[in-house]
């Protein structure tokens, strides 16, 4: 079964970049859409960023052009590079694994942007 680990979480200061890793166990890792999502207080869970296997990208509206989803699966890792970081960007982030009968998340990282 496919286990996803997030790191990378912190605070930060507006303007300020940061990048989140999502290492996932298991041999079929190539095979899996992978995203980013994020929960405000109060709020619902959002999509962030997705990267297909097909190797194609989308973003959320509010983080186009400041963010960048990447994955490298010799290493079974996918990546969010937060730059330009802004005080709304605050957020337990989660990594999400979506293939044939898998719908997996990670365990959250906590993202603080000071203003």
């Known amino acids: 079964q496919v286990q996803l680990v997030e790191s990378g979480g912190g605070l930060v200061q507006a303007g300020g970049s940061l990048r989140l890793s999502c290492a996932a166990s298991?041999?079929?890792?190539?095979?899996?859409?992978m995203g980013w999502y994020r929960q405000a207080p109060g709020k619902e869970r959002e999509l962030v960023a997705q990267?297909?296997?097909?190797?194609?990208?989308n973003y959320a509206d509010s983080v186009k052009g400041r963010f960048t989803i990447s994955r490298d699966n010799a290493k079974n890792t996918v990546y969010l590079q937060m730059d330009t970081l802004k005080p709304e960007d605050t957020a337990v982030y989660y990594c999400?694994?979506?293939?044939?009968?898998?719908?997996?998340w990670g365990q959250g990282t906590q993202v603080t942007v000071s203003s």
């Open positions: 298991g041999s079929i890792f190539g095979s899996l859409n």
């Open positions: 999400n694994a979506k293939g044939r009968f898998i719908n997996i």
């Open positions: 990267a297909t296997s097909g190797g194609s990208t």
